[in-house]
Nanobody
């Protein structure tokens, strides 16, 4: 069993930065792939970024590639999402999700554990 808690969201102006954290409890976190997803009002939950259990593999949605960076510190049971050059279109609730596995996964249905989400609002 893994429990996830996101933090670091907030209100920022366009061009600003935020760093989200996803802190986990549970013995399997260090062997889990972790993904970040986001959901804007009235829209589906979309893939943002993913990192494999050792951090060797990362991938990003095209819309955030070059602006966002995902990383992890397994000693702290934490995955980070550094978000630079934020745009109003990045406004959403951001969720982290985890599942045990050896590769990266892109669909929300592929994850077993979810956090409660953190709001990111980017003003123009």
């Amino acid at each position: 069993q893994v429990q996830l808690v996101e933090s670091g969201g907030g209100l920022v102006q366009a061009g600003g930065t935020l760093r989200l954290s996803c802190t986990a409890s549970g013995r399997t976190f260090s062997s889990s792939t972790v993904g970040w997803f986001r959901q804007a009002p009235g829209k589906e939950r979309d893939f943002v970024a993913v990192i494999s259990w050792r951090g060797a593999i990362t991938d990003y949605a095209i819309s955030v590639k070059g602006r966002f960076t995902i990383s992890r510190d397994n000693a702290k049971n934490t995955v980070y999402l550094q978000m630079n050059n934020l745009e109003p279109e990045d406004t959403a609730v951001y969720y982290c999700a985890a599942r045990v596995g050896s590769r990266v996964y892109y669909g929300p249905h592929e994850y077993d554990y979810w956090g409660q989400g953190t709001q990111v609002t980017v003003s123009s």
